[in-house]
């Protein structure tokens, strides 16, 4: 039986928890804040998650947390907030798996240990503790240490279109036996360097604020899910994956992946109540929905709220979607589209929305 979303939690702009998420959602508040000329970043303003206190989420286990990195730490921030409303005892240790996907997260402790090689007296000379978390799997890896989850464990990376990967990968895990109860996340880190990376190569120089930030999705039977006081938030109902040969024919082949998704699922254009672009300047995610739907579909962009995710956009596209999921049993679409090629979409079933208080099975606030 496919598996389903029976939990969410969210690290954001607008917060820590799906709780704080959902109410930015809905209320459309930006969370993008100036940033400090002093810095000499090409971008005026970005979607920044404050600091917060990692050890309070994931208690007395709480050790080494200044190696982590920043991507790690938001990794396993939201991953201990998931946990902590549903700690998944159930379910033995290799039982639960982790697929976990970004982009540029790793980056910036890689680019920094490079430069301490080529500048300090010998090219030995670097910060050994930076090692770990200079490796793009470093993030799933703690994740799967600090909870005690010993199933198959994946670090998945196609651009934009992570998130969607991360999705299909772990729903593959559990459909084909490996892993009951999977937990999916993709996350992106803010840094002045996959800022400049950005700007000089994804988006062609464009000047959309960036944002940082994890989600991570459970996903489960729905029967086992049940057992434990847990409700389906969303389904996956058809993932679709392509590659664009060129810049132009991106639109083409997402809107040819957006019909196969329809025809897989026997639906049609008039049973999906609403389209989560990746960004304001997505083009061709934009003429591919309008080639499919028509020009007077809206489309929601939560990238113009909390910044350009990046690797994590998709996820924060699904997110957005289940926020916003007021009306039972409806479907989503979710598009994507990545500057090197790689083309997604993804249709989903929003069974409830994520409330936005503490006293919910679905809350991941902390108390």
């Known amino acids: 039986m496919s598996p389903v979303i029976t939990a969410m939690s969210v690290i954001s702009p607008f917060g820590l928890g799906a709780a704080a998420f959902t109410r930015g959602v809905l209320a459309g508040r930006t969370a993008l804040a100036p940033v400090d000329p002093s810095a000499e970043l090409p971008y005026a303003a970005a979607g920044v998650v404050e600091e917060f206190d990692l050890t309070a989420i994931i208690g007395n286990d709480a050790k080494n947390l200044a190696a982590l990195g920043r991507a790690a730490s938001l990794a396993v921030g939201t991953a201990g907030l998931l946990l902590r409303r549903h700690d998944l005892a159930e379910y033995p240790a ?15 402790r890689a680019m920094e240990l490079t430069r301490q090689s080529l500048t300090n007296p010998q090219p030995f000379q670097v910060d050994t503790k930076a090692f770990p978390s200079s490796v793009m799997n470093n993030s799933a890896a703690q994740c799967a240490i600090r909870f005690g989850l010993r199933g198959p464990n994946t670090t998945v990376t196609t651009g934009r279109v992570t998130g969607l990967s991360v999705l299909a990968c772990a729903r593959r895990l559990h459909l084909r036996g490996r892993a009951p109860a999977v937990l999916a996340a993709a996350v992106e880190d803010l840094t002045p360097r996959r800022s400049w990376l950005t700007w000089h190569g994804h988006g062609a120089r464009s ?21 434990h006081g847990r409700v389906p938030l969303a389904e996956p109902l058809a993932l679709e994956f392509g590659v664009a040969p060129h810049p132009g024919a991106a639109a083409e082949v997402l809107a040819a992946l957006i019909r196969r998704a ?22 061709a995610e934009r003429l591919a929905v309008e080639s499919v739907f028509g020009r007077d579909r809206e489309m929601i962009e939560p990238a113009g709220l909390i910044g350009d995710t990046d690797g994590a956009s998709a996820a924060f596209q699904l997110a957005t979607a289940i926020a916003r999921g007021c009306a039972s049993d ?35 606030v902390l108390p």
């Open 94 to 108: 290799t039982a639960k798996a982790v697929v976990l996907g970004g982009d540029l997260i790793a980056t910036d």
């Open 262 to 283: 329809l025809d897989a699922v026997g639906g049609s254009v008039t049973e999906v109540s609403s389209i989560v672009v990746s960004r304001r300047c997505a083009v």
């Open 207 to 227: 000047a959309d604020p960036l944002g940082e930030g994890c989600c991570v999705f459970l996903l489960e039977d729905a029967g086992a899910a049940a057992e």
């Open 330 to 364: 409806s479907v989503a679409l979710v598009t994507s589209a990545d500057p090197d090629g790689n083309v997604g979409c993804g249709l989903f079933r929003i069974s409830a929305a994520v409330p936005t208080t503490g006293n919910h099975p679905h809350s991941d």
